[in-house]
């Protein structure tokens, strides 16, 4: 047997029993676990960020849409805000791409060219006050403007008559998922309150969310590179939890063609109410 080898087996017999969580992480992603790559180590984080990713796959499949602002909140009780939304980049991009393969054949054109300028409008107001407005301050705007939504749905439901939303409305509430999206990954219920009412088809609904929200996030990848938040140690971390991200939209999608519209919208409003309970609590914690 080589001497190189012999080291390896040698090293093995008495590190073998000493099971971190560094090492675990690393078989997780699929790599060596002697691997030098800085990540989290915390067990604690790895207790929120799994959920937290599996309800974000879920949510970028359109089935619990509204769950997906949940996963900051959640991972952020092991880790600050900012780093949190760092982490959830890389995974958000797999998701995105496997939500667009998905839906390719369902995306409402022009509602996506309506909807596209605001969002990034969004991005950029976002990049220029991220440094001087906290996240738990965006988080209490957005829990009260999601349930003040929810609130207007359940007391004055629309009729089937009833006219879509004005392009003004539609217009300020995509900018105002830009900013959340970029501050903390929060874009879904300002988006939600403008093109729910639509009463789009599930499966056109969540294909053209995944459009704008590709787009959307794609466009954060430099400002937050240039705010200093992508970095080895995030970015390692998120290698960490990347296998985990088709595992939620697979179960999303799976549901999402089988889903009746009803239920669908109603599970959305349910995911919207904890989302804003969330929000607002965390705001005022």
């Known amino acids: 047997m080589p001497e190189s080898a012999n080291a390896v087996v ?27 790559l800085p990540i989290i180590t915390d067990p604690h984080f790895y207790a929120v960020a799994v959920p937290a990713v599996i309800l974000l796959g879920i949510s970028k499949s359109g089935f619990g849409a509204g769950f997906g602002s949940l996963a900051v909140p959640l991972m952020a009780l092991a880790v600050t805000v900012p780093q949190a939304a760092a982490i959830l980049m890389p995974v958000l991009l797999v998701m995105d791409l496997l939500g ?45 403007l999601t349930l003040l939504f929810l609130a207007q749905r359940l007391v004055f439901p629309p ?42 088809s599930p499966v056109l609904f969540t294909g053209t969310m995944a459009f704008f929200f590709f787009f959307v996030n794609l466009a954060k990848w430099i400002p937050y590179a240039w705010l200093g938040l992508i970095d080895l ?6 290698l960490v939890l990347l296998p985990l991200a088709p595992v939620g939209v697979w179960i999303g999608v799976r549901i999402a063609h089988r889903i009746q519209p009803v239920l669908f919208y109603r599970l959305i409003h349910i995911g919207m109410f904890l989302t804003g309970c969330k929000l607002v609590w965390d705001a005022w914690a």
């Open 10 to 36: 040698a090293a093995s017999s008495t590190s073998s029993l000493r099971v971190s969580p560094h090492n675990v992480a690393f078989c997780i992603a699929g790599l060596s676990p002697v691997s030098s």
């Open 100 to 144: 667009m393969a998905a839906f390719r054949q369902h995306v409402d054109r022009a509602l996506l060219k309506f909807l596209l300028p605001f969002g990034l409008l969004g991005v950029v107001v976002g990049t220029l006050m991220f440094k001087w407005l906290s996240p738990a301050v965006v988080a209490g705007i957005v829990g009260v």
């Open 159 to 200: 009729r089937p008559d009833s006219p879509p939303p004005p392009r003004w409305l539609g217009a300020i509430l995509t900018a105002a998922s830009g900013f959340t999206s970029f501050i903390a990954h929060a874009g879904g219920p300002p988006i939600n309150a403008y093109v729910v009412p639509l009463r789009l």
């Open 233 to 238: 140690n995030n970015m390692s971390t998120s």
